[in-house]
């Protein structure tokens, strides 16, 4: 990062260049160019994106047409045996209480690891040692937060489907396609609009909130202002900014997908076999998954890590990016950074603060490009403290 103050954009595009630049840079050091762009940190920047759920890689879904009833094959034509559906049935129900269960202790975990992802960014190092037992208050602040806008979504769809669910059973008994067309078109221009909304809301609270919450320990209302202020201050920027990360984002989905293809020559024993465990278990007894249900957990993480690990530019640049854009808003986020997370002793190449009531001095800025003490650069000139 260059040591001289990074001058003040002078409108929209200005900064939102900028900040795209700043951000390929700081990818770029971290994963490339810079003394830290090695094999090992690339895997733990991997287990990182996996754990905080940012990988960009392509999903396990099928395309093409679909199997319908009548062409899909039975147990019995693959030469298995039949598979006694109430056993299934009676395994099926504790599953999924336990499924949601490990679901929610993996969002915790994931809105902590959101953290160490920040925190990575920040000081130029994937680091969970020393940095995981410091985001307990900011990930479970976050992982609140997860909670409420998921059960919000959820309520979104099943509210109205409930409201409704007389007229639509009435509709599909006497088959009037007319009627049921009639019945979930509104419904679906009512609560798409919600739902984007809550998206938005996510990802605004990730992108623009975390940095508040993590560096000045504010809760997750207090960041999102913290983040609206800065931001939302120039909304014409904003907005260029919001369009331009989109049209990124579906270029890197797409990216991403493919190198998702290409590496199927790493991941696709792993998959055949979890594949092959899973027909073993169904086909001799669903209580076998009692044992191959770890296994095919481990082999289902494993491809996990090999693909975040493969695709760990695009979360990493993202990171770097939205940070970027939000330091030239709040130059007070760059010094915080340099500084270090609230409570904290500040970066690891940084000399712990003396016990002082008032903030330790700051640390020298970077002395050359390759340096990752801060993804931001020297504060650029304007106001110390902008009203947040």
Known sequence: MSTTPTPAPRDAFDAVSTSFGQGWQRMATLLFTGPGATLSNWMRWGAIILLAGLSAGGGFGTGGRGIGADDAPALNDLGLPEVDAARVFALIVPLVAVGLLLLLVFVYFQSRFRFVFLEGIIAGEP?????????????????????????????????????????????????ELGTLFAILAPMFLLVLPLLLLLGLLRWFVHAFATPYMWLRDEGVLA???????????????????????????????????LAFCCSCVIWIAPAALIALLAIVSLAISPWLFVFTGPVILALGLVIGWIVATITAPVPVF????????????????????????????????????????VPPPLPSPPSSPSSPSSPFGSPGPGPTDPGI
């Open 318 to 357: 993202f990171r770097s990016w939205t940070l970027a854009y939000l330091a030239l808003a709040d130059p007070g986020v760059a010094r915080l950074a340099m500084q270090g997370p609230a409570g904290s002793a500040g970066p690891a190449d940084a000399a712990p603060p003396p016990p002082a009531p």
């Open 223 to 257: 960041a999102a202002a913290s983040g609206w202020r800065a931001v939302g201050a120039r909304f014409g920027s904003f907005a260029l900014f919001l369009v331009c990360y989109l049209v990124a984002a579906i270029v890197a989905g797409v990216a991403g997908a």
């Open 127 to 175: 680091r969970i040692g020393g940095v995981f037992g410091r985001t307990g208050r900011a990930g479970t602040r976050y992982f609140g937060f997860l909670l409420l806008v998921t059960l919000l979504q959820v309520a979104a769809i099943a509210v109205p489907l409930a409201l409704a669910f007389p007229a639509l059973r009435r509709a599909v008994e006497n088959d």
